[in-house]
T-cell receptor, first 109, second 114 residues
Framework: DAKTTQPTSMDCAEGRAANLPCNHS???????VYWYRQIHSQGPQYIIH???NNETNEMASLIITEDRKSSTLILPHATLRDTAVYYC??????????FGAGTRLTVKP | SQTIHQWPATLVQPVGSPLSLECTVE??????LYWYRQAAGRGLQLLFY??????ISSEVPQNLSASRPQDRQFILSSKKLLLSDSGFYLC?????????????FGQGTRLTVV
């Protein structure tokens, strides 16, 4: 199984872009990169996913390197409500979604 | 639209008592279903996943079990709870057909074993 590595914690100033990195050096060709976030005491919320092209939606942008060994989730204008634990996972067909410890993002005023 | 229901929201149970947590999904058919546990301050641990009725894959050895008696119903059980079973239990579903799709989580059950 592909595994991911994320920093334990990050801080970001309110209104600034938050860039959350993820390493997945053993990702295989049919595995997608997914990002979720979990606000305290709630279930995780899907953010975005991609295979090899960069993706953007109303919540965030996902930048995947050409070799697919790493990716970055970008929250363009972080707000206090974006404070959460962000999980990067790789999964072939969503039959086997394994979450790591994630990155605890704290957005500060 | 699809919804996922998980109950109860909180539960306090004595050591040695049985457990039954239920999760149901509405608005979709043939979903993949998952049970996760999150200990305090820790990440999500995949406990079980199911791709169909009666098909359960267990990820870690433990005194918990899962069953899927109906297509959109997933039950997490224990015959005798341990203190270490305390945690935040989350049910999730995803579409089985087609390419990769996202997973949708319930609001969770916070279990305290005393």
């Amino acid at each position: 199984d592909a595994k991911t590595t994320q920093p334990t914690s990050m801080d970001c100033a309110e209104g600034r872009a938050a860039n959350l990195p993820c390493n997945h050096s053993t990702i295989s060709g049919n595995e997608y990169v997914y990002w979720y976030r979990q606000i305290h005491s709630q279930g995780p919320q899907y953010i975005i996913h991609g295979l090899k092209n960069n993706e953007t939606n109303e919540m965030a942008s996902l930048i995947i390197t050409e070799d697919r060994k790493s990716s970055t989730l970008i929250l363009p204008h972080a707000t206090l409500r974006d404070t959460a634990v962000y999980y990067c996972i790789v999964s072939p067909r969503n039959n086997d979604m394994r979450f790591g410890a994630g990155t605890r993002l704290t957005v500060k005023p | 639209s699809q919804t996922i229901h998980q109950w109860p929201a909180t539960l306090v149970q004595p050591v040695g008592s049985p457990l039954s947590l239920e999760c149901t999904v509405e608005g979709t058919s043939n979903p993949n279903l998952y049970w996760y546990r999150q200990a305090a301050g820790r990440g999500l641990q995949l406990l079980f996943y199911s791709v169909g009725i009666g098909q359960i894959s267990s990820e870690v050895p433990q005194n918990l079990s899962a069953s899927r008696p109906q297509d959109r119903q997933f039950i997490l059980s224990s015959k005798k709870l341990l203190l270490s079973d305390s945690g935040f239990y989350l049910c999730a579903w995803s579409r089985r057909q087609g390419l990769n799709t996202e997973a949708f989580f319930g609001q969770g059950t916070r279990l305290t074993v005393v």
